[in-house]
Nanobody
Framework: QVQLVESGGGSVQSGGSLRLSCAAS????????MGWFRQAPGKEREGVAF???????TYADSVRGRFTISQDNAKNTMYLQMNSLKPEDTAMYYC??????????????????WGQGTPVTVSS
């Protein structure tokens, strides 16, 4: 049984930083593409950052250079370090796991396992 639990969300001022964590059970990072998504009120869920089974990473253009995805295999935990936060980063953030080691797509439909989400609010 796959379980993903996010933590680390909160409120921060523009320019600040947060680190999100995703504790995983039932998945092995070498075998599963992992990703962070976000969904702002009234908007579609969008992919933010992804890491494949080989540790390769990809980022949405809107966060590249500011966000860093990483994982600690020993702790089975994935992280999203978010720096230089902007008000437009405000959203519910979700971690997700795919069923293949490579990341097929950044579309939410290709990820079968989801956490409950953690909120991030960035004020100007």
């Amino acid at each position: 049984q796959v379980q993903l639990v996010e933590s680390g969300g909160g409120s921060v001022q523009s320019g600040g930083s947060l680190r999100l964590s995703c504790a995983a059970s039932g998945v092995t990072y070498r075998n599963n593409c992992m990703g962070w998504f976000r969904q702002a009120p009234g908007k579609e869920r969008e992919g933010v950052a992804f890491i494949d089974g080989n540790g390769g990473t990809t980022y949405a253009d809107s966060v590249r250079g500011r966000f860093t995805i990483s994982q600690d295999n020993a702790k089975n935990t994935m992280y999203l370090q978010m720096n230089s936060l902007k008000p437009e980063d405000t959203a519910m953030y979700y971690c997700a796991a795919g069923s293949t080691w490579f990341c097929r797509s950044n579309r939410p439909a290709t990820f079968g396992y989801w956490g409950q989400g953690t909120p991030v609010t960035v004020s100007s």
